[in-house]
């Protein structure tokens, strides 16, 4: 066991995936989805990596903020 909190921190984009549950199923009417899922490969890593029992940090950084 380390001294650190984490074993992994990770940073980049963190985007949300969602999935049709139908085959086919069109995006401009409603319709059934299945998720979040991560998104964004610093995302997918981070989510991996915890899911074999690193504990991972992800560090966000605000957008657009002003100064």
Same mark, same amino acid.
């Given at each position: 066991?380390?001294?650190?909190? &984490?074993? %992994?921190?990770?940073? @980049?984009?963190?985007?949300?995936? &969602?999935?049709?549950?139908?085959?086919?199923? +069109? *995006?401009?009417?409603?319709? +059934?989805?299945?998720?979040? *899922?991560?998104?964004?490969?610093?995302? %997918? &890593?981070?989510?991996?990596?915890? +899911?074999?029992?690193? +504990?991972?940090?992800?560090?966000?950084?605000?957008? @657009?903020?002003?100064?």
């Amino acid at each position: 066991m380390s001294d650190f909190a &984490f074993d %992994i921190v990770t940073a @980049g984009e963190m985007l949300a995936e &969602f999935v049709a549950e139908r085959p086919g199923q +069109r *995006f401009d009417a409603p319709g +059934r989805f299945q998720g979040p *899922f991560p998104g964004g490969a610093p995302a %997918i &890593f981070a989510s991996q990596a915890a +899911r074999m029992g690193a +504990r991972v940090a992800y560090a966000c950084l605000p957008t @657009g903020a002003k100064r």
